[in-house]
C-alpha cells in the first residue's frame, strides 16, 4: 500500500509539473508594425507637359466690311479639329493646392463662305457676289493656372483649376474665291486676346515625383483682327481692318506628365 500510494504521489507531482511551467511563464507580446505617418509637407517646384485635342471648336461668325461699308457675316464657317501642345513650370503649395504658367501653341483651318451685297468683279451693278474663303491661323499664348487637388485614392488624384491668360491668333492670308470665278487676298492680321480656361481630371502618381495628368479643358479665346484689305482695295485708298472673327470656344482632352525638381 505505502508503495502504491508513492507512486501515484510521484505520478500527480509529475502530471503537475508542466502545469507549473506554464504558469511561471512570461505572457507573449507580439510587436506590431509601427505606423509611420509622415508630417512633411508636399511642396516644391515641378514642370510639365501636356498634348491636347479639340473635337469640338466653337468659333462664332467672322464678318468683314464689303466696298461700300456694309457688315457681311461668314454664313458658314468650318475649323478644322486642332491639336495643341503646352509646356510650363509650376509649384506645389501643399498637398491641396498648387499652380503653374503655361506657354500653350495650336492652331486650325478654316473653311466659309459668305454673300456680299456688292456685285463680283466685272458683274453688273445691283447683283451680289457669293464668296468661298479658304485661311489659317496660328496661335500662342500664356496661362496662369491655380488647381485644388481633391484627396488621393490608390495614387490617383482628381482636381480642379482655373486659368487667365491672353492668347496672340495670327491670320495667314485669306483666299477668296467668287462664284465667277475671280480669286483675291486679303492680308491675314494678328492680335492679343483675353483666354480664359477651366480645367478638371485626375493624376496618377508613379513615384519619384513624376505623375500622370489626364484631364478635360474648356478655353475661351476673346474675338479680334482677322484679315485687313487686299492690294486693289488698298489702291482704292481703303485701309485697316476688314475682317474680324468672334474668337473660339474650345473643348479639349489633354494628356501629359508632371515632373517634381524637389
Not at 191 to 202: C, D, E, H, K
Request: with cysteine.
Amino acid at each position: 500500500m505505502r508503495t502504491s500510494a508513492m507512486v501515484f504521489a510521484g505520478a500527480l507531482i509529475a502530471g503537475s509539473l508542466p502545469v507549473a511551467a506554464f504558469a511561471g511563464d512570461e505572457p507573449v507580446v507580439i510587436d506590431a508594425p509601427e505606423v509611420q505617418i509622415s508630417t512633411e509637407a508636399n511642396d516644391g517646384w515641378y514642370v510639365r507637359a501636356d498634348v491636347g485635342y479639340a473635337p469640338w471648336l466653337h468659333e462664332g461668325e467672322p464678318d468683314y466690311l464689303s466696298a461700300a461699308g456694309a457688315t457681311v457675316d461668314f454664313d458658314e464657317t468650318r475649323f478644322s479639329e486642332s491639336l495643341s501642345g503646352s509646356a510650363g513650370i509650376g509649384y506645389q503649395f501643399n498637398d491641396m493646392l498648387r499652380a503653374d504658367v503655361t506657354a500653350d501653341v495650336f492652331k486650325s483651318d478654316l473653311e466659309g463662305g459668305s454673300l456680299d451685297t456688292a456685285p463680283c468683279t466685272g458683274a453688273a451693278a445691283g447683283t451680289s457676289c457669293a464668296y468661298d474663303h479658304d485661311g489659317r491661323f496660328r496661335a500662342a499664348g500664356l496661362m496662369a493656372n491655380a488647381y485644388v487637388d481633391l484627396g488621393t485614392l490608390a495614387g490617383f488624384t482628381p482636381y480642379v483649376g482655373a486659368g487667365l491668360g491672353a492668347t496672340k491668333v495670327r491670320w495667314d492670308d485669306i483666299t477668296n474665291i467668287a462664284a465667277n470665278g475671280g480669286t483675291t487676298v486679303s492680308p491675314g492680321l494678328s492680335s492679343w486676346r483675353f483666354t480664359y480656361a477651366l480645367m478638371t481630371g485626375a493624376s496618377y502618381d508613379f513615384g519619384n515625383g513624376v505623375k500622370l495628368d489626364v484631364g478635360y479643358r474648356f478655353s475661351e479665346v476673346g474675338g479680334g483682327d482677322m484679315f485687313g484689305y487686299g492690294a486693289a482695295e488698298r489702291a482704292a485708298g481703303l485701309s485697316g481692318v476688314k475682317g474680324r472673327d468672334e474668337g473660339f470656344q474650345r473643348h479639349e482632352f489633354r494628356a501629359g506628365i508632371r515632373i517634381a525638381l524637389w
